[in-house]
């Protein structure tokens, strides 16, 4: 073979190997027999619980992974937990790790098109009469900790709020900051009228709103409503907050702390004189300490790889991929 036949073999060797690396990827889990991403099963969730998704099935067919920065625009920006894989096999992905946003994976597990959900909160009342319709019934099971917060714009001073002042302001009983210690610099009698905004029903955190918070009381009529946006989900609600000081609204600290990453543009202020954080929220010492939740329907065929993987989650082996994601163990 000349030099230039054998130059032209090797490039196209390396060529070979290059486009066909996607498939070369072994996706056999080292964790449960016969688990591959041809039969992993459809994991639907939560916005803020798709990092955790992500690390989960990376973690189960052993594929490399890595947070990463995702600009919006020139002033937002988000994070999320990306595999390192490409072309068809990320196609495949992509197919079982899902976000449908708490509602709809809840409704997609029901209609039995996923298998498991991963999310912050249990089922709504709407949900649970939805799945008695359907001869539905869940097995919900707590996997990690997470927390539900307030967040202000920085230009407010306020730093805590009482869980009666909270519920006072969205039942309408306050609404002027200065009710609340915030006193302008000048002491002049202008008011500052409080913008508490609300996510829409069903929604991750207005459920926990509504568990945590609210419980019976009823809702002022005059709040200004988020209303979910496909694209946008619960950075529509943030935005809202960052771009009026007047304005308070809600999250779960994971998203808020993980994903979304505010730095200067947010403040998350205490509840009864505690701010959320790790140690709080792992010794529950802070008030709205949430669980993460995975959830399987209560008929899984105990001999499938849909619920040897819900197993796995709760063995050493799985607590160690939930703390990876930078959850807190429950």
Not at 52 to 61: F, G, K, R, S, Y
Not at 74 to 94: C, H, M, Q, V, Y
Not at 169 to 188: F, Q
Not at 255 to 284: A, C, F, K, M
Request: charged share 20%; aromatic share 10%.
């Amino acid at each position: 073979m000349n030099r230039f036949s054998l130059i032209t073999v090797l490039a196209l060797s390396v060529l070979c190997i290059c486009t066909g690396c996607d498939r070369e990827i072994n996706t056999e889990s080292p964790y449960i027999e016969g688990l591959t991403i041809d039969n992993y099963p459809i994991i639907d969730g939560s916005t803020s619980t798709l990092p955790l998704n992500t690390v989960i099935a990376c973690e189960l067919m052993g594929l490399n992974y890595q947070w990463q920065e995702n600009k919006k625009d020139n002033a937002s920006k988000t994070w999320s937990i990306e595999p390192r894989i490409k072309g068809n096999l990320r196609k495949k992905f992509d197919r079982v790790v899902r976000s449908s946003q708490t509602h709809n994976s809840y409704i997609n597990l029901i209609n039995r098109e996923a298998d498991i959900v991963l999310t912050a909160r249990t089922m709504s009342p709407d949900e649970k009469k939805y799945a008695e319709a359907r001869g539905v019934s869940l097995i919900e099971t707590p996997i990690a900790l997470d927390a539900f917060i307030f967040i202000v714009n920085p230009q407010n001073p306020v730093k805590s709020l009482t869980t009666e002042e909270i519920q006072n302001i969205y039942t309408g009983k306050v609404t002027d900051w200065r009710e609340l210690g915030w006193l302008p610099a000048t002491h002049e009698a202008y008011p500052l009228p409080i913008y508490p905004y609300v996510r829409n029903p069903n929604s991750g955190s207005q459920e926990l709103m509504d568990l945590f918070v609210m419980k019976d009381l009823e809702y002022f009529a005059g709040l200004p409503v988020y209303e979910e946006r496909l694209v946008f989900t619960m950075a529509g609600m943030l935005d809202r907050v960052a771009g009026n000081s007047l304005a308070i609204g809600y999250t779960v600290y994971y998203y808020n702390e993980q994903i979304i990453r505010p730095g200067e543009w947010l403040n998350t202020i205490g509840v009864d004189g505690v701010h959320p954080n790790q140690q709080t929220i792992s010794d529950r010492s802070y008030p709205y300490a949430a669980e993460v939740y995975a959830v399987i329907r209560s008929d899984t065929d105990t001999s499938s790889i849909t619920y040897k993987v819900y197993k796995w989650l709760q063995t050493e082996a799985g607590k160690q991929a939930i703390s990876k994601s930078g959850y807190l163990l429950n």
